[in-house]
């Protein structure tokens, strides 16, 4: 939101007994009225107006700047819900460099201190008339309907005094909220994943973007043959930041009183809970994290058979094989949303939890973070576990075995190869050209028929050694042991020539759930996921401007040694235009685009003074809390609950 020149206009006070308050009542003259203009606001749903609304004369303005007169200098306005009043604290901790931060659609306590009576005016936007206004009150109760900027003015005939308002959604912990407003939440959120594209544009407007229509933004980015846009890159973050506001702007069309909520999945391991009996999992919550059913469908609770969109080739240019909205090597042909609680047969891909408080802290316990390190380590340890853990990943039992060769022959040596690295090496090996995909399989096509696979014309002339090397094997070796780089790789053919089934298997991929693929926003606990970690950001950047840690805000993106990060991009122009089907990309290394500083994200509608897409380096100038830009707000900052304090910045040692 850019910030707008400050209007302000006058009524006239005359020096009469009008200026009684018990006058103004009946003749309703003498009233004073001051408005702001802030620019552009961000707007949903209407005003909603007290019944018994109080009106005024709004004739006889005057010119002459009135002064604050000292009766009400020392007077001072205190605002809360009753999530505020329940927990003694207020809205973002009180950490958002707001007058007044208050939740929109929420029932607001407006009180004056020292017992103060005053009459009341509430004015949004450039128009000086009020929407609310009230005579003699100490408090009032008030629900602010508008994303935006308010001006409360309070006058006794003779003195006055303004207050700005600040009205946001308010994100919080799923856990915290009450019965009334979770259950609001997760009907919206229901409705958004079962309301077409189509029919949510005719019920809710145009602006309005359905899970399909975001989910195909999503695999635009992450499926992409060359190179993953979203993920592995200094882009990880403001793509999901992006897209988790475009998702709330569209739940709140559904329901206003909403927004994009948040799980802070640290307070499992905390509370000794194990992960997967986490309340999340609850059937009128997001339901069972893993499904015994065969598919592993999703197939009780509120979530039951979340539908995956078919013949979906018309409306997107990236399918699967058989035409699901899915990631185009997940071949998998159940239409409906899947989870798993193993990884290629290890339970919860080797993790006992979800990333901790501790984790969090680390990061930052030095007092000082890159913005490079800080995405590499949001898109990796701090929230990438939990994506694994809830998608899951199966489809190979009778060869898992082969997998657990190459782990226990990398753990001799000091190297951990994660189950996890399976998929993201199948995936690597598709990008290349290795592996190859059915163009098209029909609806009763068996799925053992419609499988991903390395051709024989592309795999004569390499052995299993050299294609797991061009997976990332060499890199991740050479890097953590460069001296003993040749021996392992030795070892490492041996074991491959051993058991040549393991390139049977790495070319067919398997089956991973959704949370586990591109196709990740099909799951509804994608989107709660990722406003943990954007809080966690802008604490950081409210303590840098405070001085308690040094936030080097250079872009940039520190690279790990894993089988995703691979710092190579595919250019597949001459293969697609050959007549060779069997013809192979041109890699070389190099950053993806989409996570350069000027390179543009997708999304339109964020704002309604939006006229062209951001830039990376644009839009994390527009989601810096210290700015009045976004039309949401955290409920809590430094509170994590998954912290022994239940303050990340004492678990971190900054205080």
Not at 130 to 141: A, Y
Not at 293 to 312: C, M, Q, S, W
Not at 374 to 394: F, K, Q, R, T, Y
Request: charged residues 20%; proline residues 4%.
């Amino acid at each position: 939101m850019t910030d707008g020149a400050l209007v302000m206009g006058y009524h006239r006070i005359p020096d009469s007994e009008d200026n009684d308050p018990s006058s103004k009542a009946t003749s309703g003259k003498g009233r004073f009225y001051v408005a702001v203009a802030i620019g552009v606001c961000f707007v949903f749903g209407t005003i909603a107006l007290s019944s018994g609304r109080e009106t005024s004369d709004t004739s006889s303005l005057i010119t002459t700047d009135e002064k604050l007169v000292s009766g009400f200098m020392d007077v001072s306005l205190t605002v809360s819900n009753e999530y505020e009043r329940a927990n003694g604290r207020k809205l973002g901790d009180g950490m958002y460099p707001y007058e007044h931060l208050i939740q929109t659609n929420a029932a607001t306590l407006l009180e004056l201190s020292g017992e103060v009576v005053a009459d009341w005016d509430i004015t949004f936007g450039p128009d000086t008339e009020p929407i609310f206004s009230i005579l003699g009150r100490n408090t009032i109760s008030f629900t602010f309907s508008l994303i935006g900027a308010y001006m409360v003015t309070i006058s006794d005939g003779t003195h006055y005094k303004s207050f700005t308002v600040n009205s946001k959604a308010i994100r919080y912990e799923l856990r915290s909220l009450n019965d009334g407003d979770r259950n609001a939440y997760f009907k919206a959120l229901h409705t958004f994943y079962t309301t077409s594209q189509t029919d949510g544009e005719l019920k809710y407007g145009s602006s309005y973007k359905s899970s399909s229509y975001i989910l195909r933004q999503h695999i635009y980015g992450a499926a992409q043959r060359e190179c993953d846009h979203w993920h592995d890159g200094a882009g990880m973050l403001t793509h999901h930041v992006g897209v988790t506001w475009e998702f709330e702007l569209s739940l709140r069309l559904i329901d206003d009183t909403t927004a994009a909520h948040y799980w802070d999945y640290t307070i499992e391991a905390s509370e000794g809970v194990n992960w997967y009996d986490s309340i999340i999992f609850d059937a009128d919550w997001f339901s069972d994290n893993s499904p015994s059913n065969a598919d592993h469908i999703v197939n009780k609770g509120r979530f039951a058979y979340t539908p995956v969109l078919e013949n979906a080739r018309g409306f997107s240019s990236i399918t699967n094989p058989y035409g699901l909205l899915r990631s185009p090597w997940n071949t998998n042909p159940t239409p409906y949303l899947m989870r798993h609680n193993r990884t290629m047969g290890d339970f919860a891909d080797s993790n006992d939890k979800f990333p901790s408080c501790s984790d969090f802290a680390s990061e930052i316990s030095g007092g000082n973070i890159s913005f490079a390190d800080l995405v590499s380590a949001i898109n990796g340890e701090l929230h990438g576990p939990v994506h694994i853990m809830i998608g899951g990943h199966w489809g190979f039992h009778a060869h898992e075995d082969v997998w657990n060769k190459i782990g226990k022959l990398a753990a001799k040596y000091g190297i951990t190869i994660a189950d996890d690295s399976f998929l993201l090496f199948s995936k690597y090996l598709w990008r290349q050209g290795f592996v190859r995909l059915p163009g098209y399989c029909s609806s009763d096509t068996p799925h053992e028929e419609c499988m991903a696979h390395c051709p024989t014309e592309i795999t004569a002339g390499y052995n299993a050694t050299e294609i797991l090397l061009k997976a990332g094997y060499n890199s991740v070796v050479a890097s953590y042991f460069p001296s003993e780089a040749e021996m392992i790789l030795e070892d490492l053919e041996d074991v491959i020539y051993g058991d040549k089934m393991i390139l049977e298997v790495l070319c067919a991929v398997g089956s991973p759930g959704e949370m586990y693929t591109s196709a990740a926003p099909q799951d509804p606990t994608f989107w709660p996921l990722h406003g943990n970690a954007e809080r966690y950001v802008q604490l950081i950047r409210i303590l840098k401007q405070e001085g308690v840690i040094d936030f080097n805000e250079t872009w940039g993106y520190t690279h790990i040694n894993s089988a995703s990060d691979t710092h190579v991009v595919c250019d597949w122009t001459e293969a697609d235009a050959s007549e060779d089907e069997f013809a192979m990309p041109t890699c070389t290394s190099g950053i993806c685009s989409g996570h350069k500083e000027e390179d543009l994200l997708p999304f339109t509608d964020l704002t309604s003074d939006q006229t062209s897409l951001y830039s990376n380096g644009a839009f994390w100038d527009l989601i810096s809390p210290l700015e009045d830009n976004t039309p949401y707000a955290y409920d809590g900052l430094k509170l994590w609950l998954g912290c022994n304090s239940s303050n990340l910045l004492v678990e971190s040692g900054l205080v």
